[in-house]
Structure formats: C-alpha cells, structure tokens
C-alpha cells in the first residue's frame, strides 16, 4: 500500500539537532521525526496537549534525579500493607479502562521506582523495606487491578507483563 506524503518546513539548525539525536539512537532522522509525531499524535488522541507534556516530562526527570518519586496521594493515609495492594487493584483497574497501553505505563512506572527490574518479558519486583515495603505493595496489587500474571519465587515477585488473566 503506497503512502501519498507531504512536506514539511523545519529550520535547518532544528533539522541538524533532530539529526544528532536520531544519530545517537541509532534511527534515520525519518524515523525519529516519524517516532515524534506518532507520540504527538497518540497524545492528542488521549487529550493531552505534547508541548505541555514534554515541559511536565523534563521536570518530572529532573526531579526524579533528585531522588523524587511519584506515588498516589492516598498511599499517605493507608495503614497497612494490605489497604495499600487494595489501592494499588484499584489503580491496575481504572488504568486499564483508560489506557489501552496500560502494561507498558505499568512497566515504566515500576521500573522508575527501582524495586523493579526487567528479565525478559516480566519485571522482579524484590523484597524490600520501609518505605520501599509500600511501593512494592502498590506494584503488586496494581499488576493485579491490571490482570496480569503474578508468580512468587521465595519473597521475588514475578509479573508476567503479556500475560494477562481471564477477567
């Protein structure tokens, strides 16, 4: 199936930095701009202006290198281990009414938590201690609202991001 395809003007000196950043991923500067656009396009689609969202993701990074995390206000007033995977089952859920890439924003969200770390299509989630203790319950019970497979190996969790388990 042939693409009919349009122009587009962009600076020259945009064109280059587009060009070096494409270069240093190891993608043609089409796809990267093609990668951009997609992005934009599935942003819109959602309700979200990418402008705004680039400037919130760039300070969100530059917190997160100060040591920030972002957790659900409510975590704060849970009690117990238990309330906490209860909050977490029902943030899994109402992500996956939203979102139809709901595994992947999982995946990145516990791997920024670092008590997650990828093997092959499933993530680990380790054993840990306060207050990490709160955040892996949160994980757990969010890979739970979202269906997905969750094995145990001793205290290693297991969640198998393709699986997911009949609703």
Not at 111 to 138: D, Y
């Amino acid at each position: 199936m042939s693409k009919s395809r349009r122009s587009v003007a962009i600076d020259e000196e945009i064109v280059e930095e587009l060009s070096k950043f494409s270069d240093d991923r190891g993608m043609t500067l089409a796809g990267y701009i093609r990668s951009m656009f997609i992005s934009a396009i599935q942003a819109e689609r959602s309700g979200f202006y990418p402008p705004n969202m680039l400037k919130e993701a760039l300070g969100y990074e530059t917190l997160k290198r100060l040591g920030f995390i972002f957790v659900p206000v409510s975590i704060l007033d849970a009690q117990s281990e238990e309330e906490i995977e209860n909050l977490g089952k029902d943030l899994g859920k109402a992500l996956a009414e939203l979102s139809p890439n709901a595994s992947e924003i999982f995946e990145r969200y516990a791997l920024s938590l670092k008590i997650a770390f990828p093997r092959g299509s499933s993530l680990l989630i380790l054993p840990s201690r306060n207050p990490e203790s709160k955040l892996r319950s949160l994980l757990i019970g969010m890979a739970i609202g979202l269906g997905l497979k969750i094995e145990k190996e001793g205290e290693i969790v297991i969640v198998r991001l393709g699986d997911r388990e009949p609703q």
